[in-house]
């Protein structure tokens, strides 16, 4: 179908401010200069932007706070739901793309293929397959465990023949996981530039659960194209983050949504890592934002209360860094869609560019917060949600 959108006020995605224009055109799944007898969408008092790009979510995962015991637990067919569910979540809330970095049993790769095939509702998804784990390392209950390169090369190949676009590596312990701390490095260099090199030879992209400043560092040098969480980053790791030209995905959400899980049922060392990891981080970010690094928007969506509901308040938190409201919006949209190389097919509104759009009302370049009512969104060419005549 051929649509004209008009709205009050349109971001493009990279300009500075609103553009001049006050509409939209589309067909077929594209936007467009100019289209034939369209049907014409007034979103009277709204602003248009592309959809959002949410680069770090666990769709399996719906913010429990007890993440270990739930998926220790949950059958297959509870976990399948789920995913199912969160995929549509995110979509309504705006999220029109999302890369999910731990898949168990396949499923966010089978919920991707019946997406893509037009069977079920939900965001384009990139998807990593298991992470990939030292034996009893970080995430072993949904990963791949794997020692030594040879191993680890195996397991990045068994990703990559299940169709996987990314290969997740766990560089260092994490909070949910008993037993582990954030700070110690696990996979070794030598390990994760076995699995590094095998997804370059496929053409694919890579990925690190990394928060202890010795793991992040080891990824790097390994080769790593994308560094998950940071937390304790110091300025060498902020010096290698510039000179391998590697972004930075700081999951502000995660650590902040846990805390305030206190007393619901969280298992005290959780809480006790959160707590840990949270301290001092933010001045550990600012210094990587002042000195050049690029950075990413992604919440860890499914972590505790962290729902998929809720990437504006992750765009929110990296507002409220020196990054500012602007580049806090464009690290959801154009930004995240160079990080994830779609940078020519999503992200923006330009002509030749999927159509991805989203509207609220309000001013979000003013208030990012007005992110967390989406009135319209579009993914592909087709209106998902349109809160402004009423349907859902």
Same mark, same amino acid.
């Given at each position: 179908?051929?649509?004209?959108?008009?709205?009050?006020?349109?971001?493009?995605?990279?300009?500075?401010?609103?553009?001049?224009?006050?509409?939209?055109? #589309?067909?077929?799944?594209?936007?467009?200069?100019?289209?034939?007898?369209?049907?014409?969408?007034?979103?009277?008092?709204?602003?248009?932007?592309? !959809?959002?790009?949410?680069?770090?979510?666990?769709?399996?995962?719906?913010? +429990?706070?007890?993440?270990?015991?739930?998926?220790?637990?949950?059958?297959?067919?509870?976990?399948?739901?789920?995913?199912?569910?969160?995929?549509?979540?995110?979509?309504?809330?705006?999220?029109?793309?999302?890369? +999910?970095?731990?898949?168990?049993?396949?499923?966010?790769? +089978?919920?991707?293929?019946?997406?893509?095939?037009?069977?079920?509702?939900?965001?384009? =998804?990139?998807?990593? !397959?298991?992470?990939?784990?030292?034996?009893?390392?970080?995430?072993?209950?949904?990963?791949?465990?794997?020692?030594?390169?040879?191993?680890?090369?195996?397991?990045? $190949?068994?990703?990559?023949?299940?169709?996987? @676009?990314?290969?997740?590596?766990?560089?260092?312990?994490?909070?949910?996981?008993?037993?582990? %701390?954030?700070?110690?490095? @696990?996979?070794?260099? /030598?390990?994760?530039?076995?699995?590094?090199?095998?997804?370059?030879?496929?053409?694919?992209?890579?990925?690190?659960?990394?928060?202890?400043?010795?793991? #992040?560092?080891?990824?790097?040098?390994?080769?790593?194209?994308?560094?998950?969480?940071?937390?304790?980053?110091?300025?060498?790791?902020?010096?290698?983050?510039?000179?391998?030209?590697?972004?930075?995905?700081?999951?502000?959400?995660?650590? @902040?949504?846990?805390?305030?899980?206190?007393?619901?049922?969280?298992?005290?060392?959780? =809480?006790?890592?959160? &707590?840990?990891?949270? /301290?001092?981080?933010?001045?550990?970010?600012?210094?990587?934002? &002042?000195?050049?690094?690029?950075?990413?928007?992604?919440?860890?969506?499914?972590?505790?209360?962290?729902?998929?509901?809720?990437?504006?308040?992750?765009? #929110?938190?990296?507002?409220?860094?020196?990054?500012?409201?602007?580049?806090?919006?464009?690290?959801?949209? %154009?930004?995240?869609?160079?990080?994830?190389?779609?940078?020519?097919?999503?992200? $923006?509104?330009?002509?030749?560019?999927?159509? /991805?759009?989203?509207?609220?009302?309000?001013?979000?370049?003013?208030?990012?917060? #007005?992110?967390?009512?989406?009135?319209?969104?579009?993914?592909?060419?087709?209106?998902?949600? /349109?809160?402004?005549?009423?349907?859902?």
């Amino acid at each position: 179908m051929n649509f004209k959108i008009i709205a009050e006020r349109i971001w493009d995605g990279i300009a500075d401010t609103y553009i001049p224009k006050k509409e939209i055109h #589309v067909s077929g799944n594209r936007i467009v200069n100019k289209c034939d007898n369209p049907e014409t969408i007034h979103l009277n008092g709204c602003t248009v932007l592309p !959809g959002l790009i949410n680069a770090h979510c666990h769709l399996i995962l719906h913010g +429990d706070v007890d993440i270990f015991k739930v998926v220790m637990s949950d059958s297959q067919n509870k976990m399948t739901i789920k995913a199912t569910r969160n995929a549509y979540i995110a979509l309504l809330n705006g999220v029109t793309t999302l890369r +999910d970095l731990g898949d168990k049993n396949g499923i966010v790769a +089978d919920l991707t293929a019946l997406i893509d095939a037009g069977e079920l509702p939900g965001p384009r =998804i990139q998807y990593s !397959g298991y992470p990939i784990c030292m034996t009893g390392g970080h995430g072993w209950f949904f990963g791949r465990e794997a020692d030594g390169p040879d191993e680890c090369r195996k397991a990045a $190949r068994e990703q990559l023949k299940k169709g996987a @676009q990314w290969i997740k590596l766990m560089a260092t312990g994490g909070i949910l996981t008993p037993g582990v %701390s954030p700070e110690s490095f @696990q996979l070794n260099e /030598d390990e994760m530039r076995a699995a590094i090199e095998e997804a370059n030879k496929a053409g694919k992209h890579t990925a690190t659960h990394a928060q202890g400043a010795m793991g #992040v560092k080891l990824a790097l040098k390994a080769g790593i194209d994308t560094v998950e969480h940071g937390f304790y980053i110091d300025d060498e790791a902020i010096d290698l983050l510039i000179k391998k030209n590697a972004w930075l995905v700081p999951t502000l959400n995660a650590p @902040q949504m846990t805390i305030e899980a206190e007393g619901m049922g969280i298992p005290d060392y959780v =809480i006790e890592k959160a &707590k840990k990891v949270q /301290d001092g981080f933010l001045a550990r970010l600012e210094k990587a934002i &002042k000195a050049g690094v690029k950075i990413g928007a992604g919440s860890d969506a499914g972590t505790p209360l962290n729902g998929h509901d809720i990437f504006w308040r992750e765009i #929110v938190n990296l507002s409220n860094t020196s990054l500012g409201k602007l580049k806090a919006l464009k690290c959801a949209t %154009s930004k995240n869609a160079e990080m994830l190389g779609l940078e020519k097919e999503i992200g $923006r509104i330009a002509a030749g560019y999927a159509a /991805d759009l989203i509207a609220v009302k309000g001013d979000p370049l003013d208030d990012p917060s #007005v992110l967390k009512n989406v009135s319209w969104v579009m993914k592909n060419g087709k209106v998902v949600k /349109d809160l402004i005549i009423g349907k859902a």
